[in-house]
């Protein structure tokens, strides 16, 4: 996990680069960001430099120091990582995306937007991540925003602790910097359409509206109150520490026991914001065992640390209701009314994992009381572009199918996509890796474009 650094600790730690022949470092890294050249100038205490040579491949320095896997990524293919003392990369990262900010460094100048016209639907990582690409290959681009505020994902589904709000914005100011223009409260399919966008003259569309839709759980009870999926408990969370919007609209009380179902990054930040919103007991709730938890091991350690309880192997099949926890627990008040909306219990199927790695249902059942529940069992994505537009095909899943060649494009010409409505929610530097590619392949679409129309007599 990622530290701050002071300007001395930070050199120190840079100048500790064995400076490789072959930086396996670099290819640890999914946008393969030149981490040798950018430690070898900060060790030389040209933070300027440093800025520049991160900024040639990526847009989001500050974020991903802060919440990228560094451990599975770069740092693990440290040489020193084999000794125990890899170089702390996301930190240096961190620190000189940082240093930059404080002292305005801008290392690359506006576009002048002649080389094309470029809309981008969604400020995610893979919208800002084009958006931020294109930008710098000269393209006019313009963003489209669903909410009030550019961010997506960044801004509203990963908690402040991990990823302060104000980094995020700040980073998206430096892409306004760069010539991108953003127009929020907009909804695609809605508030305009793919064939608006190319009516009013864009070359080319790139469609990043990742997952929206988040899955919940069809088990009887499913209509009860305090049902919750963790993408809204979070986004919520994040308006109400604005101060826009009440803070009875979390729906999570001080002194709830909460359940958390799933174990994935997202499971770990509802547990982990649950606990810090006053919830008394968080347990998270998984049908598989501690070996198969898919969250990153430093959140799932954090989350264990912080008094997050987990319960393996444990299925859920059933919400119940007050009335009938209390005809569980044998509890008889005469005259008296008993909720019957709200939940107050998870039923829960013991689970076994056989010896060829399957996970069976056997072993009896069990009913775990709780004020609350939040799903985080997986996303998908809306369908609100893809049915308001001939020809973009998806699926059976929902994902929109792109090609290979010019890299990203759908099956609708002109019209690009990726993140995770294509290949499923990831990582946001996983996004990222994608997205520049498919910017390159809009940028040799839209160049092929051009060149037949001057061709054309």
């Given amino acids: 996990m990622s530290r701050i650094m002071t300007t001395a600790e930070a050199i120190k730690e840079a100048r500790r680069c064995l400076n490789c022949t072959r930086p396996t470092c670099r290819t640890g890294c999914p946008i393969e960001n030149n981490i040798p050249e950018f430690i070898r100038a900060l060790g030389e205490g040209n933070i300027g430099l440093a800025y520049e040579t991160i900024s040639e491949r990526s847009n989001l320095p500050a974020i991903c120091g802060r919440v990228c896997p560094h451990e599975r990524q770069c740092e693990a293919h440290c040489i020193l990582s084999k000794k125990q003392c890899g170089i702390e990369i996301g930190s240096l990262e961190m620190f000189i995306a940082d240093f930059a900010h ?9 576009s002048s937007g002649m080389r094309g016209k470029v809309a981008v639907i969604g400020s995610g990582p893979a919208g800002l991540t084009v958006a931020g690409d294109l930008a710098k290959m000269d393209f006019d681009v313009t963003i489209f925003e669903a909410q009030s505020e ?52 864009f070359d080319a569309i790139f469609m990043g509206t990742g997952t929206s839709l988040p899955r919940t759980l069809d088990i009887p009870g499913k209509e009860l109150s305090g049902i919750l999926t963790a993408t809204y408990f979070l986004r919520t969370v994040v308006l109400a520490d604005e101060g826009k919007l009440d803070e009875s609209e979390t729906i999570l009380h001080t002194g709830d026991n909460v359940v958390v179902v799933g174990a994935g990054n997202v499971a770990m930040d509802a547990a982990r914001t649950a606990l810090r919103r006053g919830a008394k007991n968080v347990t998270v709730v998984y049908h598989k065992s501690e070996a198969e938890v898919s969250a990153f091991q430093n959140e799932y350690n954090a989350a264990v640390q912080e008094g997050i309880q987990f319960s393996f192997l444990k299925q859920p099949i059933a919400y119940f209701n007050k009335k009938q926890m209390r005809a569980l627990n044998n509890i008889r008040r005469q005259g008296e009314k008993v909720d019957e909306t709200q939940v107050a219990g998870l039923l ?110």
């Fill in 102 to 110: 404080e002292n305005e460094l801008k290392p690359i100048p506006p």
């Fill in 150 to 201: 550019p961010g997506g994902v960044l801004l509203f589904g990963i908690p402040d602790f991990r990823l302060p709000k104000d980094v995020v914005r700040r980073e998206i100011k430096e892409l306004l910097s760069l010539g991108v223009k953003i127009k929020t409260q907009v909804l695609a399919g809605v508030d305009f359409t793919v064939d608006d966008l190319f009516a009013e003259g």
């Fill in 348 to 457: 829960l199927q013991n689970i076994t994992k056989t010896p060829e790695g399957e996970f069976v249902s056997e072993g009896g059942q069990e009913v775990l009381p709780c004020d609350c529940v939040i799903l985080a069992v997986g996303q998908k994505p809306a369908a609100r572009i893809v049915s308001t537009t001939k020809g973009i095909q998806v699926d059976n899943r929902g994902f929109v199918i792109t090609r290979e060649r010019p890299y990203g494009m759908t099956t609708r010409a002109g019209v690009f996509s990726s993140g995770d409505v294509v290949h499923g929610p990831a990582t946001v530097v996983l996004a990222m890796k994608e997205s520049k590619k498919v910017a390159a392949g809009i940028a040799q679409y839209i160049d092929a474009k051009k060149l037949i129309e001057d061709c054309s007599f």
